[in-house]
Structure formats: structure tokens, C-alpha cells
């Protein structure tokens, strides 16, 4: 049988002209983690349109597309383009979860929620000539899952190849996340055995690893385990986690020891009423500022993730987000408008009071205001987006957050990794114009290997204003919704990086 699985690209990383690294950041995960499932026999390979043209001349008997809200109507364009040519078209993924009757008319068959127990069973059915129409996953477990097809992915198109995902959802239900309308109908959150997760990562080649989870810390006695079994393996790795994740005791020091060098951190906002609002409960009376500076101890570099939009946000707060970013001294930040993704009960809300403005789904990609904001006008919601990132990716401003650090080591260290990261997209460009971005990776490696170097408490530099989420002065902050690329962190047939 000749299987072939796509990963649709957003129309900015099909563009001639310029192409975001963020978009050859990773492999797609997922697919290659279905693919495990076929059989020894069966032709099948993997096209990734971020990183390469789509042959659209070929004829396979089966194409299975993963639909995320941003690339729908190229996946359906797709989808509809291999139907006319006869060959059987699943599409599966958070955004057909959240819209299935929308993605049934451009598919024979689709896949609601993870996929570990819905796909096999689909090919065992497909094989037999009675596929069906709608599978609905149910059963759920990481146990026994078949090796993931690594030979499918074209290594060196990608930075971080070593892509790793040990465990699906997350355990908290904030109102803008996909999860709940994804997993509906079974566990929202469930590992790998610890053992299977080590074996995976250890035969990955080279030393850096970027866990894809969507909270890798959200099983505490699991990730405790996991880094007691990486101490020793040599490696740099990159992750998710919660402010409430950094704070529990000695669960970060385990994952410094185990090669923990840079920690992707949704702060999401500094407004207690936003956080309860949105249910983001486990942010509540965490100290932000304190957290920092626990993972800057260890030698863990910080990826300050923050949203705009909320209802507690006015004009002010783009230029209050920065200031306060880089007087912590973040190294790397990104920044969102809200979105409300269908499914999520945020989306909900907005339709009920009469304020989602598209439902374009191109626009939905944290980019674009497609809702009427509360406390300001759309328009000002996107330009304070446009401007929160060029003025904390200013050369100044990398220097003066540099600076919050006291050791020359550290500064230096932080200049590297955010000026390469923003300030050297050109060059960028080029190496993913001549497909070779992946000999970059031993750069990226020399410059985490220097983060990890822990330091005496008094070292850190100077002291900044704790910020707790009650600190009036700082309320309004903006929140972090559901990464729209998430999905590439699950086994659906969907993580294209926001982070960045």
C-alpha cells in the first residue's frame, strides 16, 4: 500500500520571498508517530510543505493530513485535489476535532481526538475494505506504542531534529486551550512508562533534545523519574513548564542535572482577575519574578511567553509587558493576541456576548485581532502586538536585559542566544533556501552548553522588583491561549511553533 502523510504549511512559510525560521524548527512528530503503526510492507513518506515543495503528481492509495486551524483551507485544498485522483483521504488534528462537520466534506474518513487507538483500528478496517467514516478516540495510553518512524524525516532540513514528546495534554483546563474540546471523551493527560521514554532518547543522535510535550512537568513523579534516568546521558534539551512547575521543590534541579537549558514559560498574565477569568488557576500567587530567578540559579535560560487581548487589557499594557520583561532579565519573549480557537469554551463565551469579528481561519493565528477586545479597538490590539516585539528585540533593549544578569558569562550568553534568534533572520533565510538549516545545530548546541552554569545566589545580578500576579501596578497583562501549532505535539494526524 502506498501511504503518504502531509503537513500543510501557513501561506507565510510557502512564501518565495521569506521564509521564518520558527517553520524549520521541527519534523513532524505526530505523523512519523502514526506511521509507526503501518506495516513493514507499506510504501509511505512524509512531506513537511515548511520545509519542501508538495509532489502533487504522485498516486497514493492513502493520504493522511494533519489540519491545524491556520493551514485548513490549504489542507483542504489538498485533501480535495488527492480525492479527485482516487486515493483514500483521512485528515485529523485539533482544528477537525473542534470542526468536524466542516472537515467531513473534504475527507473519506476523519479522526476526533489523539490517535493511538483510533488509527490502527482504522487501518485494520481499511485493509479490510469497510473503513469508516468518523473514528472518536476513547482509549487512551502511551504503553506499547510502536516506535516512532524517524527514517521518514529529512533531518537536515530542520534545527532541532531531536524532537521529543513523552506524554499527551496537559493536566490543567484553562478556558482558551484546546484541550478540552481535543480530548473529550477519555484521559486529558497521560504518559509514556519511563522506561520507553529513555530508550527513545537515548538512540537520538547528537546532544540537543527540545521536549514538544505540552507540559512535561505536569506528572511530577514522572518527569522526577525521567531526569534521574537523563543524568549522565550528556544532554541539552529545551522544554515547556508552568510557573507553579518551576517553583516545586527540587523538581528543577533535577531537570538542570539532567541537561535542562532553556524553559519555554507561558506567564501568561500579571492580573489576577485575568488569570481566574480564564481559569489559568495554578498561576494564582505565584511569584513570577522569584521563579526567574530560581531557573537563572540553575542556569536555565528563560522563553517568557505573554498574550494580549484579555478583558483586563488597555493600551497600556504592550509597553508594561515589555518593561517588565526585560527589566527581569527574559532572554527570549514572545507575544500573542488572544485567540478564541472553536472548541475552546473562551470561543464560546465571545460567540454568546456577540464578539467574534471572522471566522477567517488564515487570521487566526495569534497574529490578528478576529474578536472585539473589551478595554481597546482591534486595530490598537494589533499594532501594540507589532510593536511589543520590536521593542524588546531592539539591540538596546537585548543589552539592557543582558545587563539584569551581573556575570559578563551570563550577559554574553544572553546576547548570543537573542540577538541569533531575532536579529540574524536573513541569514536564516538563507540556510533554509538552500535546505541546510541543520548544520546550524552544532551552533545552537555550544551556545546552551554555556547556559547550565549554576550560580551562588548572590551572583545573580541585581535585584528586580518582585512582581507577584497581584501586583496592582502590573495589572491588565495579557494571557497566554492554546499554541495554534500544538497540536504537533500529539499523535493526531497536529506543533507547528508558535514559540517564537
Given at each position: 500500500m502506498?501511504?503518504k502523510?502531509i503537513?500543510?504549511a ?6 518565495p520571498f521569506?521564509r ?5 524548527l ?5 505523523l512519523?508517530?502514526l506511521?509507526g503503526?503501518?506495516d513493514?510492507?507499506?510504501?509511505v ?12 503528481a504522485?498516486?497514493p492509495d492513502l ?21 479527485r485522483k482516487?486515493?483514500h ?10 470542526l468536524p462537520?466542516e472537515?467531513l466534506r473534504h475527507?473519506?474518513?476523519i ?7 483510533t488509527?490502527?483500528a ?7 475494505g469497510r473503513p ?10 502511551l504503553i506499547g506504542q510502536p516506535?516512532v518512524?524517524r527514517?521518514?524525516?529529512k533531518?537536515h532540513?530542520y534545527l ?5 514528546v513523552?506524554?499527551r495534554?496537559c493536566?490543567?483546563?484553562?478556558d482558551?486551550c484546546y484541550?478540552?474540546?481535543f480530548f473529550r471523551?477519555g484521559q486529558?493527560f497521560?504518559?509514556?512508562g519511563?522506561?520507553?521514554a529513555?530508550?527513545?532518547?537515548g538512540?537520538l543522535p547528537?546532544?540537543h ?5 505540552d507540559h512535561?512537568?505536569?506528572n511530577?513523579a514522572f ?6 534516568g ?5 544532554r541539552?534539551?529545551q522544554?515547556?513548564g ?6 516545586a521543590?527540587?523538581l ?12 519555554f514559560?507561558g506567564?501568561?498574565t500579571l492580573?489576577?482577575e485575568?488569570?481566574?477569568e ?6 494564582l500567587h505565584r511569584?513570577?519574578?522569584?521563579a526567574?530567578?530560581?531557573?537563572r540559579d ?7 511567553s505573554f498574550v494580549?487581548?484579555m478583558?483586563g ?5 504592550f ?5 517588565w ?10 507575544f500573542h493576541?488572544?485567540?478564541?480557537y472553536p472548541?475552546?469554551t473562551?470561543h464560546?463565551r465571545?460567540?454568546a456576548?456577540g ?9 487566526y493565528d495569534?497574529r490578528h485581532?478576529v474578536f472585539r ?11 501594540g502586538y ?6 524588546f ?6 543589552l ?8 559578563w ?6 546576547i548570543a ?5 531575532k536579529?540574524c533572520e536573513?541569514?536564516w533565510?538563507l540556510?533554509i533556501r538552500a535546505r541546510q538549516v541543520?548544520?546550524?545545530?552544532p551552533?545552537l548546541?555550544t551556545?546552551?552548553?554555556g547556559?547550565?552554569?549554576?550560580q ?9 522588583t518582585?512582581?507577584?500576579?497581584t501586583?496592582?501596578a502590573?495589572?491588565g497583562?495579557?494571557?497566554?491561549p492554546?499554541?495554534p501549532v ?5 499523535i493526531?494526524?497536529e ?6
Open positions: 502506498k501511504v502523510m503537513l500543510p501557513l501561506t507565510e512559510a510557502r512564501s521569506w521564518p525560521i520558527k517553520y524549520s521541527f519534523p513532524p512528530l505526530g512519523a508517530t506511521a503503526y503501518l513493514g510492507s507499506d510504501q513518506v512524509i512531506e513537511d510543505e515548511h520545509v519542501e515543495a508538495l509532489d502533487l504522485d498516486e493520504v493522511a493530513i494533519q489540519v491545524y486551524i491556520t493551514s485548513a483551507y490549504r489542507a483542504y485544498q489538498i485533501a480535495d485535489h488527492y480525492r482516487g486515493a483521504v483521512c485528515l485529523g488534528g485539533i482544528h477537525v476535532t473542534s462537520s472537515a475527507a473519506d474518513t479522526f476526533l481526538g489523539p490517535g493511538e487507538d488509527w490502527p482504522f487501518l485494520r478496517e481499511f485493509r479490510a469508516g467514516k468518523v473514528y472518536q478516540s476513547r482509549v487512551r495510553t516506535q518512524r527514517d521518514l524525516i533531518r532540513l532541532v531534529p531531536n524532537s521529543v513523552v506524554s495534554g493536566p490543567h483546563s484553562c482558551f484541550k478540552s474540546s471523551g486529558s497521560y504518559t509514556q519511563v522506561d520507553q529513555l530508550a527513545e532518547i538512540s547528537g546532544r533534545l527540545y521536549f514538544l510535550d512535561l512537568f505536569g511530577p518527569a522526577a523519574e525521567l531526569f534521574e537523563m543524568r549522565g546521558m550528556g541539552l534539551w522544554a515547556g508552568t510557573v507553579k512547575s518551576i517553583l521543590p527540587g528543577m534541579e533535577k531537570a538542570a542535572e539532567a541537561g535542562l537549558r532553556s524553559l514559560i506567564f501568561e492580573n489576577e485575568n488569570l481566574r480564564h481559569h489559568k488557576y495554578h498561576n511569584d513570577y519574578h522569584e526567574i530567578l530560581h531557573l540553575l542556569g536555565v535560560m528563560v522563553n517568557a494580549f487581548g478583558d487589557d488597555d493600551e497600556t499594557v509597553d508594561r509587558t515589555v518593561e520583561a526585560i527589566e527581569q532579565g527574559v532572554e527570549t519573549a514572545t493576541i488572544l485567540t478564541p472548541g475552546t473562551l464560546k465571545l460567540v456576548q464578539r467574534i469579528a471572522s471566522t477567517n481561519w488564515d487570521l495569534t485581532a477586545p473589551a478595554r481597546t479597538s482591534a486595530n490598537t490590539l494589533e499594532k507589532w510593536r511589543s516585539y520590536r521593542e528585540y531592539r539591540w538596546s533593549s537585548i539592557s536585559a543582558a545587563w539584569a544578569k551581573q556575570l558569562s551570563q550577559r554574553l550568553r544572553h542566544y537573542a540577538g541569533g534568534w536579529k536573513a541569514l533565510n540556510f541543520g548544520i546550524m545545530a551552533l548546541e551556545i546552551l552548553a547556559f547550565g552554569k549554576r551562588a545566589k548572590t551572583e545573580l545580578g541585581p535585584v528586580q518582585s512582581i507577584r500576579t501586583a496592582p502590573c495589572s497583562e495579557g494571557a497566554l492554546a499554541d500544538a497540536s504537533l505535539r500529539t493526531t494526524s506543533q507547528l511553533l508558535r514559540r517564537g
